[in-house]
């Protein structure tokens, strides 16, 4: 994950929760210090469910080959991309097409926020 290096995210991409196991995430929520964090916490078939906790604006980019979803559990965010920008408020989410540039902005607090991706997916994408 080269691209890692050039932002300051933290990408835990290692998966949290084994098959059978409580899915928790309060404590990951609340002992975040993080602006940008992102925690794979299952793996479902070839995808994984992340858990993101957003504050400020993230770089706009794509995933060429991967679609991607956001579903907003806590705060709202508005995710910008080419065709068009949608505020999600809590409980609201929508699907970001393979090769379609985005990006997530929170511009008051932070957002918590659930997503489905394939497994291999780099999150910080390309530009």
Known sequence: ???QKKYNYNQQMNIKFNYLEKITIKDIISNNTDRW???SLCEVNSSVLRLGIFEG???MHKHENDDEVFFVLEGAM????EKGNF?????EGTCVPKGTMHRPV???GKAVVL???NKG???IGTV
Not at 78 to 81: D, K, P, S
Request: hydrophobic share 35%; proline share 7%.
């Open 37 to 39: 964090f992102n925690q």
């Open 115 to 117: 997503m489905i991706e």
């Open 78 to 81: 508005i995710l910008e991309t």
């Open 106 to 108: 929170v511009p008051e």
């Open 1 to 3: 994950m080269e691209n």
């Open 57 to 59: 604006e993230y770089h």
């Open 121 to 123: 997916i780099d999150p």
């Open 87 to 91: 505020n999600l408020e809590q409980y």
